[in-house]
């Protein structure tokens, strides 16, 4: 399935409401009662603060036909967010999660990780984890993601089309491993010259199914690198830099799971905030706002609302947004897009917003 297809029957949108970005790595930009529209290739044509009582004029300033534009409106505890880039996830190792025994991270390699993988090179088994993995990791958000999958073409290339055609934006590859000292017998490469042989395979798939990469794209992930011990030395000097034990603030975290992992994975042109030109890339949050009438009785007011954070109604912005990242889940997710195709909705999210 190309990304034509994939994206074929994408109507213009125009989203209303608030809207939270990164402005700079130390903070956030809350935009309310602004409006953004969408064209139908899901690229932000226009940015409209303050803009909600001003729909139907710029409708017809950008030639679009009112009646055809699908509307989406934040309420009352509601925000939208940039989708969410996780630079690095083992879509293999889903099924394990929280599962380590009493393992050291060898054993545990031994035991679990290389066990699983090598058995993913059963299709139908590739299938069922890989498609919860992007099922899973959609519904919290997640709208782009680099995934390492395992040493098999055939199943990396189903995890490459399984993105393709569920809409997640997504880097693949294929596990390469030959170091027969780090590596079992039963699941590694050959040769550097056959895993290099493999990976161009898997990197042809991808070109095939997705020639100009507006979805998938392929990448090289070598479990075992030569200069590995360089490289970690490199990222322990980058992660200590200040060295003053600095705590990330909520401002901080959010911007890195956005605009800088969108640096990380080259496409800071397109995915990690709401500015005119990028792809629409995001994220509708829901907090459940706790009624004046709520206690009397033990009863809540409001019922069809699933969410583990609740508001009162006094807290600010900067407590909401530290409220959802620290007592968020999935619930929170009402809605999410990507590149202005709804790829995942929440249960109920269509009473909530309009």
Known sequence: MSPSQVLDGANRQVFLGTFVHSKSRAELEYMHDTAIYVDEHGVIVKVQTSGSDTVEETLEDLGWDAASVDRHVSTDGQFFFPGLIDTHVHASQYPN???????TLLDWLEKYTFPLESSLKDLNKARRVYSACVRRTLAHGTTTAAYYATTDVAATNLLADLCLKMGQRAFVGRVSMDNPDLCPDYYRD?????????????????????????????????????????????????GEEGGDGHKLTVDEVLYLATRGGAICVGLEDKIGGFEEGKHW?????????????????????DESEDSNVDLFGWEDWEERMAKWLYGGDDRNTKKVWVKGRLVHSRRGSDRQTK
């Open 97 to 103: 999660v929280g599962i380590f025994g009493k393992t």
């Open 190 to 238: 050959e040769s550097a010259q056959a895993s290099a042989e493999l990976t161009e395979q898997t990197i042809q798939h991808i070109q095939n199914a997705d020639p100009g990469y507006e979805i998938v794209s392929p990448i090289v992930t070598p479990r075992f690198a030569p200069s590995q011990a360089a490289l970690v030395s490199r990222h322990v000097a980058m």
């Open 281 to 301: 890339d995001a994220q509708l949050i829901g907090m459940r706002t706790v009624g004046s009438g709520e206690g009397e009785d033990g009863e809540r007011e």
